[in-house]
């Protein structure tokens, strides 16, 4: 344990401005784009290119390689994952963007070179924003989940998506595109009696305005915002489908949120089954890149294959291979652009999932043809979700006949009775070892892929979590960087191409503790989470504040820690409400 003390911070703020100043704040590049495969390692390069009998993009790009770990574990999450490459610093599990709790940190760390607990910490996202680069998030999950939250929320818990949603639409984002559409829009009992109007005006003023909009959707947010009428009120064009983002007209200013699903989008390889409406991670970054280029200052753009990690969980090889695939077709779009402009690519996992390996125990690795490699993924038609929702039953009512049916006609393998035996009692068994939560029960995919890809595919496969050995690093625009850095050390690196972070670092979230302005914090309505300083409503995770009820907007996002109970803002908003006060 290690006590975090006064001078510490002062150490901590000092070493950043120095640094700062050192690299002499020369922006490198005019846009950065930065690929996250989320949850894999080298492994999953050979199982890949045997299965595209062809060439990576990332081939061409590789050398070095990262450490990833978070503040209280060799073993890091997507959570503190994404926050060491957004912002450069090690966080605790499940934080977004804030500074590690310090009951737990690894005894190898130094209390100096942590960020105050529960702290905001600025990200790479936000230092484009402020050089006024255009800045896109991409994802293939809800858009709110761990890895891209990372860059533009700043919470301590990764399931606090509501939030997350909120602290992402009012930071200005000019293009996000993914899952998640749930989070966007007020749950149900948000709407009166006769189902057609919110009872709040929500995030704008307090509960007394009329709300009036066309849009009638619901999905899940608590606080009864309509976070598509806020993007809608700021000049976004939305979009739910491939045709309504391809017929995206596009011209200089264009911002655009686009939710392909309510939660999250579709496997790529089940994308042809179940979602036809979606596009595909590589069409989606495309149109980033098309909509984010037409500013002059260039833009930050972060890509997410999230789902490569869902297949190390659920070790399921061919989920793993054709999101990986999916993921480098991004990387190919996104070196394409940057061959013909000023553009750093960096690409990297931000942990490995399920420690795929290209061979296992259960097989001699002599006489091993790619034959072997190649055809049992080729007859793998769908992910194991897939083939665990065509049996057409729930889970629990799986049999072994029906479990062999399902595998034999969508994976093309032939499974004994004692095999899919195996899967059921595997699958039901309560595990301590396998999941974080040790009540979970391995999902029936997850049982399915494991034994099956044991016994008739050449992966092998460690276990259903996160794994500790070093990543592979993809450049393009400068050398990759040698041998074995830190995870922590790509943030530094995205953050150095923009010219540091320094002066962000001390400006966008001030302490209000540490100045003379008086304030307080009223969480008592959910619809309307605010705080009070000098008299001002600022409601939380917003970038405005109600100045006789009139919006005066901000730089950046209003953050309380509720358990610090701090309030951060920028030095910005601290000058505006001293002049008005
Ligand atoms: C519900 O909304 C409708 C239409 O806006 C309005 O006429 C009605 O008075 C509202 N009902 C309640 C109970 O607020
Ligand atoms: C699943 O099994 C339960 C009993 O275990 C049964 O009540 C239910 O009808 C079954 N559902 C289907 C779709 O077979
Ligand atoms: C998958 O299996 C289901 C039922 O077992 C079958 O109806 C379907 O045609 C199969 N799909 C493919 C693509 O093999
Ligand atoms: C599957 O294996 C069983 C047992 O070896 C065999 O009887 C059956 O014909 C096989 N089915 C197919 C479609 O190959």
């Known amino acids: 344990m290690m006590i975090w003390n006064c001078a510490g911070f002062l150490s901590a703020v000092l070493a950043l401005s120095v640094t700062g100043a050192a690299s002499a704040q020369q922006k490198k590049f005019k846009n950065i784009i930065m690929l996250i495969p989320d949850g894999c390692d080298n492994g999953v390069l050979g199982l890949a290119r045997w299965y595209k009998n062809a060439p990576l993009q990332v081939d061409e790009m590789s050398s070095g390689r990262h450490q990833p770990y978070m503040a209280n574990s060799i073993m890091t999450d997507s959570a503190p994952g994404g926050t060491a490459l957004s912002t450069g610093q090690l966080t605790t599990d499940k934080f977004i963007a804030v500074g590690p709790r310090r009951e737990d940190v690894l005894t190898n760390l130094n209390e100096r070179d942590l960020w105050p607990a529960y702290a905001p910490i600025p990200t790479i996202l936000e230092a484009a924003k402020k050089l006024g680069m255009s800045t896109g998030l991409v994802s293939t999950s809800r858009v709110t989940h761990a890895t891209p939250a990372g860059f533009a929320a700043h919470v301590d818990s990764r399931s606090k998506e509501q939030e997350i949603a909120r602290h992402m639409v009012f930071n200005g984002i000019d293009v996000v595109m993914g899952g998640g559409r749930n989070n966007m829009l007020p749950k149900p009992e948000c709407y009166n009696t006769t189902g057609t109007t919110p009872f709040v005006e929500v995030g704008r003023q307090t509960d007394e305005g009329e709300y009036s909009s066309s849009n009638r959707q619901t999905g899940a947010r608590d606080d009864c915002l309509n976070l598509e009428d806020e993007l809608v009120s700021r000049g976004y064009d939305l979009c739910y489908t491939r045709q309504e983002m391809m017929a995206m007209d596009v011209k200089p200013g264009t911002k655009a949120w686009c939710s392909f699903a309510s939660s999250h989008m579709a496997p790529d390889i089940d994308r042809q089954f179940i979602a036809q409406t979606e596009p595909s991670l590589a069409e989606m970054t495309d149109k980033a890149i098309e909509i984010l280029s037409q500013n002059p200052a260039g833009f930050f753009l972060m890509v997410e294959g999230s789902q490569v990690d869902w297949a190390g969980h659920a070790n399921d090889p061919i989920w793993m291979v054709t999101d990986f695939i999916a993921w480098d077709d991004a990387v190919k779009v996104s070196v394409d652009f940057a061959k013909e402009t000023d553009t750093l690519v960096m690409a990297q996992p931000d942990h490995n999932t399920g420690g795929l390996k290209v061979g296992s125990y259960k097989f001699e690795y002599v006489d091993r043809t790619v034959?072997?490699?190649?055809?049992?993924?080729?007859?793998?038609?769908?992910?194991?979700?897939?083939?665990?929702?065509?049996?057409?039953?729930?889970?629990?009512?799986?049999?072994?006949?029906?479990?062999?049916?399902?595998?034999?006609?969508?994976?093309?393998?032939?499974?004994?009775?004692?095999?899919?035996?195996?899967?059921?009692?595997?699958?039901?068994?309560?595990?301590?070892?396998?999941?974080?939560?040790?009540?979970?029960?391995?999902?029936?995919?997850?049982?399915?892929?494991?034994?099956?890809?044991?016994?008739?595919?050449?992966?092998?496969?460690?276990?259903?979590?996160?794994?500790?050995?070093?990543?592979?690093?993809?450049?393009?625009?400068?050398?990759?960087?040698?041998?074995?850095?830190?995870?922590?050390?790509?943030?530094?690196?995205?953050?150095?191409?923009?010219?540091?972070?320094?002066?962000?670092?001390?400006?966008?979230?001030?302490?209000?503790?540490?100045?003379?302005?008086?304030?307080?914090?009223?969480?008592?309505?959910?619809t309307n989470p605010h705080a009070l300083v000098e008299g001002f409503v600022f409601p939380l995770g917003t970038d405005y504040f109600l100045n006789n009820g009139v919006r005066v907007n901000l730089p950046g996002i209003t953050v309380y820690a509720p358990t610090t109970e701090k309030l951060y803002i920028s030095m910005e908003a601290i000058q505006i409400v001293q002049s008005l006060a």
Do not use: C
Not at 411 to 425: G, H
């Open 371 to 526: 034959e072997f490699a190649r055809e049992p993924l080729l007859g793998m038609r769908m992910t194991s979700e897939a083939v665990v929702e065509k049996m057409g039953v729930p889970e629990e009512n799986a049999t072994v006949a029906l479990l062999k049916a399902s595998i034999l006609e969508n994976w093309s393998i032939n499974i004994t009775d004692n095999e899919a035996q195996q899967i059921l009692e595997y699958s039901d068994r309560y595990s301590d070892k396998f999941l974080s939560n040790p009540s979970d029960k391995i999902p029936l995919n997850y049982a399915m892929s494991r034994i099956v890809s044991h016994s008739y595919t050449i992966a092998g496969w460690s276990s259903h979590g996160h794994n500790a050995e070093d990543v592979p690093l993809w450049f393009y625009g400068m050398d990759v960087p040698k041998g074995a850095i830190l995870n922590t050390d790509l943030g530094k690196i995205a953050a150095d191409a923009l010219g540091g972070l320094s002066k962000l670092n001390r400006d966008l979230f001030v302490d209000l503790d540490t100045t003379s302005l008086t304030w307080s914090v009223d969480l008592s309505k959910e």
